[in-house]
Nanobody, 122 residues
Framework: QVQLVESGGGLVQAGGSLRLSCAASGSVLSIGGMEWYRQRSGTRRELVAGITSANVANYADSSVKGRFTVSRDNAKNTVYLQMNMLKPEDTAVYYC???????????????WGQGTQVTVSS
């Protein structure tokens, strides 16, 4: 079964760091552009950052610039979100999304992970 598996969430104090991982598992041959979204309680899911297949990173949320870093390891079909200087307002469920996955069964588009909870205490 092809899926995106997120890990690395948890509880951290303000000012701390977490590193989220999103690994494509199953018969995945390669991953395309990837994004990280987050959904705060009672709000809609919003784009945080993305990274293209050419390893170009972009940050849609200005509040994370300088604090979050998105990266990828194509050999491991994994994308990361390094989060530093965390604030209570970063508390959310974080989701990764794949624009495209190339698998042994063909291409898959718009694939979501199950989400990982990040809680930042003040």
């Amino acid at each position: 079964q092809v899926q995106l598996v997120e890990s690395g969430g948890g509880l951290v104090q303000a000012g701390g760091s977490l590193r989220l991982s999103c690994a494509a598992s199953g018969s995945v041959l390669s991953i395309g552009g990837m994004e990280w979204y987050r959904q705060r309680s009672g709000t809609r899911r919003e784009l945080v950052a993305g990274i293209t297949s050419a390893n170009v990173a972009n940050y849609a949320d200005s509040s994370v610039k300088g604090r979050f870093t998105v990266s990828r390891d194509n050999a491991k079909n994994t994308v990361y979100l390094q989060m530093n200087m965390l604030k209570p307002e970063d508390t959310a469920v974080y989701y990764c999304n794949a624009d495209r996955l190339e698998t042994a069964y063909g291409s898959m588009y718009d694939v979501w992970g199950q989400g990982t909870q990040v809680t930042v205490s003040s």
